[in-house]
């Protein structure tokens, strides 16, 4: 970790294939600040998972899927973050284009690192690759695409070789098994942490990336 404040830094939200199928979504916290990255009709992106009609919190789980709707009026949301779907509109609001583009959804960050997905609060600031080091982005994102089945969990040994990154604890088996710990960020409570145990495909994977030590 840096010593920048949370909401500029990047945290590891989940992996490629969680955001993979359509209006799937996945949510985390930092500090007082609720983010979600969803699949909106192919495109993932990213918002403070708050609605900006009356404040409440659109998706309430920390994985799921379903459509970017807040489930207190029913605003339903685009990949702009743009409301679409008002119910009442015409009598209680009477939004034309102008005005539902101004209520649209605060944009958080969004960023990849080979199959890791990362998300963070501030919409501007250092890429991922700068706030980790090239030689971290790298071994990452060759390490991710080397081991892309999920299967049983594993508890990592003690002569297993540990890396750390944002905030990842990932732990490397001799025998080739890749057990990936993603603490919740800074503020966020222990249901946004997830863990999960990888291998390496049937078929060895080869990239062309160099893998530092």
């Not at 920048?4 to 930092?30: G, I, Q």
């Not at 958080?108 to 030689?135: K, N, T, Y």
């Not at 946004?192 to 062309?208: D, E, M, Q």
């Amino acid at each position: 970790m840096t010593n920048e404040a949370p909401e500029s830094r990047w945290f590891h939200l989940c992996m490629k294939a969680d955001l993979a199928a359509p209006n799937a979504f996945v949510t985390t916290r930092v500090e007082a600040v609720p983010l979600v990255a969803q699949n909106i009709k192919g495109r993932v992106v990213a918002f403070r998972n708050v609605c900006t009609h009356r404040f409440a919190v659109i998706h309430g789980e920390p994985s799921g899927c379903g459509p970017l709707r807040c489930p207190y009026h029913g605003w339903s949301f685009d990949a702009d973050g743009v409301p679409v779907g008002l119910p009442f509109n015409p009598t209680d609001f009477q939004l034309e284009a102008e005005g539902r583009r101004r209520l649209a959804l605060h944009p958080a960050s969004l960023a990849r690192c080979g199959r890791l997905v990362f998300i963070r609060v501030a919409a501007e600031g250092p890429s991922l690759e700068e706030e980790l080091g090239a030689a971290h982005f790298a071994r990452l994102s060759a390490l991710s695409a080397a081991f892309p089945q999920r299967g049983d969990a594993l508890e990592p040994a003690e002569d297993w070789e540990r890396i750390e990154a944002a905030n990842l604890r990932l732990h490397l088996a001799p025998d080739g098994a890749l057990v990936l710990h993603s603490a919740a960020p800074t503020g966020a409570d222990r249901r946004f942490s997830r863990t999960v145990t990888f291998y390496p495909a049937a078929t060895p994977i080869t990239t062309n990336a160099e893998v530092p030590a």
